[in-house]
């Protein structure tokens, strides 16, 4: 019975596992054995958190690298105003210096050295922005590298950072110290412009403020008040220098008059003087009276004579002391019109009053 049975089970076909798909296993990353254990399993898992944590440390130190970096964006420069502190004089937008930067930055297609804006409130007016093009920006410093972009047709690269009005100020003045230096008038014109709306209580606060010698911000702001009529005989108000200016200063408290009489003579000189040679005509003013005096006292102490009043060589009057206190003044050959002569009787006015005084 038994071996009856046993001969209908081997007639029993059961189906059998079909062949691997070799091609199938060789693409299919093998599965990490699962643990058998709770203790295997947990330590599977701290070991892949183990990974996870040193690839976050890694990126943390990586960026760590940047930290404290200013990333710099590309601005429309239409869209960027100069600031109201602005310290160039438009002549250091047309020298030979900004041709060469302006050079440079056409090269490199834009200002490899970023500027320095920071943000503007929406509907603020500034001086200097495009014409109906809202500003969004104000230049705290870069005004020559914007305006070269501008100029250029370039975006402008620019750091951008709010900022108070005072912090701007030194910025913008220790900025431009470290690159090219201002021109003492247009330091002049920084510092007085800031001392008159009242950014700085003194002088002397600005000075520290800024880190200048207060010697130098004084003589810079003292250039600044100058007559207009003395600056503008200089080629141009860059062109004065700092150990000018106390002698036009004393020149100008001495005898106005006569200084803007020998500026409007340079102006209206057909050759053009140097800068030097202009400071010289303009401080070599009380010299020459100097010794027109001394003349005067000879020739009269020694005849009754008239003295000769000379205007380059040529006598153009005299003058003499009939009685003592008593002295006249005759001009001849000179065909001054109306506003010449009104002009002629408000400078001897301004000379007695100095001499009187």
């Not at 100020?169 to 247009?186: A, C, G, T, V």
């Not at 010698?213 to 200089?234: C, E, H, K, M, Y």
Request: charged share 25%; glycine share 6%.
């Amino acid at each position: 019975m038994a071996k009856k049975l046993f001969e209908k089970a081997g007639l029993i076909s059961l189906p059998t596992k079909p062949a691997a798909d070799v091609s199938s296993a060789q693409d299919t990353p093998a599965l990490e054995p699962r643990p058998k254990t709770a203790p295997g399993a947990m330590l599977q898992f701290m070991g892949q958190q183990s990974a996870a944590v040193r690839e976050v440390e890694d990126l943390r130190a990586r960026l760590q690298e940047f930290d404290g970096a200013r990333v710099a964006r590309w601005l429309e420069p239409s869209r960027i105003a100069p600031s109201r502190w602005a310290n160039r004089h438009e002549a250091s937008f047309v020298d030979a210096e900004f041709a060469q930067l302006k050079d440079e930055i056409r090269s490199a297609a834009g200002n490899v050295q970023p500027i320095k804006v920071r943000p503007v409130n929406p509907g603020e007016v500034l001086n200097g922005s495009t014409p109906g093009v809202p500003a969004e920006f104000e230049i705290i410093y870069g005004h020559r590298r914007h305006r070269a972009c501008l100029e250029l047709g370039l975006k402008v690269s620019a750091l951008i950072e709010p900022m108070s009005d005072q912090e701007l100020f030194q910025q913008m003045d220790r900025e431009n110290r470290s690159r090219k230096n201002l021109s003492p008038w247009e330091q002049g014109c920084m510092y007085r412009k800031a001392l008159d709306e009242g950014l700085y209580p003194s002088l002397r606060k600005l000075a520290e403020a800024v880190g200048v010698d207060v010697g130098q911000a004084s003589r810079s702001v003292a250039l600044t008040r100058l007559p207009a009529g003395i600056v503008q005989a200089f080629p141009s108000p860059n062109d004065i220098q700092y150990r000018w200016v106390k002698d036009l200063a004393d020149a100008a408290q001495r005898d106005l008059a006569g200084m803007l009489a020998v500026a409007r003579e340079v102006a209206n000189a057909p050759t053009a003087l140097s800068a030097k040679a202009v400071f010289e005509r303009l401080v070599s003013r009380r010299k020459a009276i100097g010794e027109s005096v001394g003349r005067f006292n000879t020739q009269l102490a020694a005849a009754a004579e008239p003295v000769d009043l000379l205007v380059s060589g040529k006598v153009v009057g005299r003058m003499s002391e009939r009685k003592p206190g008593e002295i006249s003044i005759d001009l001849a050959g000179l065909n001054l019109d109306e506003t010449q002569k009104t002009e002629l009787l408000c400078r001897l006015e301004d000379v007695l009053k100095e001499i009187l005084k």
